[in-house]
């Protein structure tokens, strides 16, 4: 069974960075994409950018460039995210999601979602 | 960046009704047009993909179906259960983009 299990919620302060991660297990980890999502508090959905661990390649929402920093733990199966200069504009819902293929692909597994809340 | 507009925004319909949902697509996209139901408090579920394929586990009063650049998900008798904001995605090219979503609610 695939799962994706992200870390827990957090508070941090502005200005601050912060790192979510995306625990993959029940498939072999290298072979897909791992894809972020944001949603802000009574927003849609936006795409931040994937990451393709069995080439270490990553693609990125022009909109995020400088913001997110995706990586790959290929000895954990993990995926992470860190944000950096937090403002309140990215307290947001944060999930990850496994692409159905290699790339190129629409997301048929999903974490749970990280809430990340920006506050002094 | 391809644009996807999702209409109506928002809608209400009465338990048993046949609704659909569209999403336009501002440029050629093929069928790589997934959509996904999200409720309060859980990730979004995936519902169509390729534009007409069922994802695992849906029920089959949901269909997806394509012409030329509009999409459209259809839910043939609407359930209680079916209540929630409806995305579209493309992943044609990157950066993948939703659309902004469609609210269902019951009458």
């Known amino acids: 069974e695939v799962k994706l299990q992200q870390s827990g919620d957090e508070l941090v302060r502005p200005g601050a960075s912060v790192k979510i991660s995306c625990k993959a297990s029940g498939y072999t980890f290298t072979s897909y994409s791992m894809h972020w999502v944001k949603q802000r508090p009574g927003q849609g959905l936006e795409w931040i950018g994937a990451i393709i661990p069995i080439i270490d390649t990553t693609e990125y929402n022009q909109k995020f460039k400088g913001k997110a920093t995706l990586t790959a733990d290929k000895s954990s199966n993990t995926a992470n995210m860190e944000l950096s200069r937090l403002t309140s504009e990215d307290s947001a819902v944060y999930y990850c999601?496994?692409?159905?293929?290699?790339?190129?692909?629409?997301?048929?597994?999903w974490g749970q979602g990280t809430l990340v809340t920006v506050s002094s | 960046d391809i644009q996807l507009t999702q209409s109506p925004s928002s809608m209400s319909a009465s338990l048993g009704d046949r609704v659909s949902l569209t999403c336009q697509s501002s440029?050629?996209?093929?069928?790589?047009l997934s959509w996904y139901q999200h409720k309060p408090g859980k990730p979004p579920k995936p519902m169509i993909y390729?534009?007409?394929n069922l994802a695992d586990g849906v029920p089959s009063r949901f269909s997806g179906s394509r012409s030329g650049s509009d999409y459209s998900l259809t839910i043939s008798s609407l359930e209680s259960e079916d209540t929630a904001i409806y995305y579209c995605?493309?992943?044609?090219?990157?950066?993948?983009?939703f659309g902004a979503g469609t609210k269902l609610e019951l009458k």
């Open positions: 390729y534009a007409t």
């Open positions: 999601a496994r692409s159905y293929g290699y790339t190129y692909d629409w997301f048929a597994y």
């Open positions: 995605l493309q992943y044609d090219e990157y950066p993948y983009t």
């Open positions: 440029q050629g996209i093929g069928n790589y």
